[in-house]
């Protein structure tokens, strides 16, 4: 059992997701892209990363919590990792694969998902291979990650199916060794790779490509779980996003929330969106207090005229459309000036 009341909380705080089974009384949990957004990590957050519950609260299946990119947290900046060489095991690029049970039948479910396009592959997948709820241990979780066509996965493969990841105890969050997990299992697993520091690791990475390799995952004896992405993976994956400054700056001018773009982007990007945002924002505040000095000299002059003749003259060397900030101020018409002000800064 686990305090529901904690978790039912951060349901009807939008920082949780609910969703129901369709014939089973089982339920998924998991982050909303608001804590991702926001950083409202905590224990609870974190450990509702696909975790699925039975009608009683029982833990059906455990997901490792999130986990962090190098130097994303406090506790994986560099300095203050564990003093060990971890455990380091290829990210592949795909969707996690949790499985649990239907009667006696194995079922996969993705991060906040029964029933998503990779779910229902990877649950074909595992049930046609033969798998039945007698070739797992009980009480424990098993995760993979789904290779296949509908993972619009960015890394090239030549195969499609699932790589065990993980097996995980439901009861106190120990793990078994996948290496003797897959073997018995005849499944594929994640591939290790020996370095002598995470430096050597990185160094690799930047020698591969996006197509080749998404990043590692470093794995420490108390653990603490860190990912290691290549730049060439993240940059293809901005590309293909079809993400943009420009995208921000639309939805600023329209008043937009952000919260639907950061749906198609990873986690990596959220503090550039954030530093994009920060960035427009301050451009258009300097702008209305430069516009703001002209207008009240300006607005001392007796005829219209006069008031055209000073700010004309004193927006010469401004951007195109930085007089008509100004007149549109002078006016009172403030949705003119919004208008104007992100037209300027239009990228």
């Known amino acids: 059992m686990i305090n529901y009341s904690e978790i039912q909380f951060r349901i009807n ?26 950083k409202l990590w905590d224990p609870y957050t ?15 299946a455990r997901p490792f919590p999130k986990f962090f990119n190098l130097g994303e947290t406090p506790e994986t900046s560099i300095q203050n990792l564990p003093n ?15 499985l649990y049970f239907e009667n006696d039948l194995p079922s996969i479910a993705t991060r906040g998902a029964f029933e998503s396009p990779q779910a229902l592959w990877a ?9 039945t709820n007698y070739d797992f241990i009980k009480d424990y979780t098993y995760l993979f990650e789904i290779i296949c066509p509908e993972s619009k996965n960015i890394v090239n493969y030549d195969f499609e199916g699932l790589i065990l990841i993980a097996v995980i105890s439901n009861k106190n969050n120990t793990e078994l060794d996948i290496i003797q997990e897959a073997e018995n299992l005849g499944m594929s697993y994640v591939d290790h ?29 108390n653990g603490l779980r860190v ?30 929330s952000l919260g639907s773009m950061i749906e198609i982007v990873p986690d990596e990007f959220f503090q550039w969106i954030k530093d ?14 430069e516009a703001m000095g002209i207008y009240f000299k300006a607005s001392t ?47």
């Open 123 to 131: 649950t074909n997948w595992i049930r046609m291979e033969g798998y």
């Open 276 to 289: 994009t945002e920060a960035k427009f924002i301050e451009a258009k505040n300097k702008l209305i207090t």
């Open 227 to 256: 990912k290691i992405k290549s730049d060439d993976y993240k940059r293809l994956h901005k590309i293909l996003s079809g993400f943009s400054e420009t995208d921000i700056w639309e939805a600023l001018s329209q008043g937009k």
């Open 13 to 38: 705080s939008g920082l949780i997701t609910s969703r129901k089974h369709s014939t089973l009384p089982l339920e998924i949990l998991n982050y909303t892209q608001k804590v991702q957004f926001e």
């Open 193 to 221: 790779y020996k370095f002598k520091d995470l430096n050597q690791a990185e160094k690799y990475l930047k020698e591969k490509s996006g197509i080749e390799l998404e990043g590692f995952v470093c794995k420490y004896s």
């Open 84 to 98: 060990e060489i971890p455990q380091i095991t290829e990210k592949f690029d795909g969707s996690l694969g949790i």
């Open 46 to 60: 974190k450990m509702c990363r696909g975790l699925i519950l039975d009608e009683n609260h029982n833990i059906v």
């Open 301 to 347: 002059l007796k005829s219209r005229k006069d008031q055209a003749i000073y700010i004309i003259s004193n927006t010469k060397n401004s951007p195109k459309g930085f007089s008509g900030l100004v007149f549109a101020i002078l006016d009172n018409n403030i949705k003119q000036a919004e208008k104007s002000v992100w037209n300027i800064l239009k990228p």
